[in-house]
Nanobody, 120 residues
Framework: QVQLVESGGGLVQAGGSLRLSCLAS????????MAWFRQAPGKERELVAR????????YYTDSVRGRFTIFRDTAKNTLYLQMNSLKPEDTAIYYC?????????????WGQGTQVTVSS
């Protein structure tokens, strides 16, 4: 059974930085894609960034490109999201996701989420 456990959320002032972590377990992820999604109050969940586990190809949504970096440590089975120059509009619950047999845009597995709050 795949498990994804996020950590690293919190409260930060605008312009600050946070690093989210997602510890993945339950199988080998070499053929998987991993991603970070977020959901702000009253809004739909959106894809923030994604990465292929084996090769490390990345994609970012326009609103975070240049500020956020997605990367993984395959030896630690951990996915990260480095968030710099944070803005109040980045406030949301951030979810780690993984998918092996269907597109990462509709992931098979989700973490429980971690709250990120950016104050102005």
């Amino acid at each position: 059974q795949v498990q994804l456990v996020e950590s690293g959320g919190g409260l930060v002032q605008a312009g600050g930085s946070l690093r989210l972590s997602c510890l993945a377990s339950g199988r080998t992820f070499s053929s998987y894609a991993m991603a970070w999604f977020r959901q702000a109050p009253g809004k739909e969940r959106e894809l923030v960034a994604r990465i292929t586990w084996s090769v490390g190809y990345t994609y970012y949504t326009d609103s975070v490109r240049g500020r956020f970096t997605i990367f993984r440590d395959t030896a630690k089975n951990t996915l990260y999201l480095q968030m710099n120059s944070l803005k109040p509009e980045d406030t949301a619950i951030y979810y780690c996701a993984a998918s092996g047999s269907q597109p990462i845009t509709t992931p098979e597995y989700w973490g429980q989420g971690t709250q990120v709050t950016v104050s102005s």
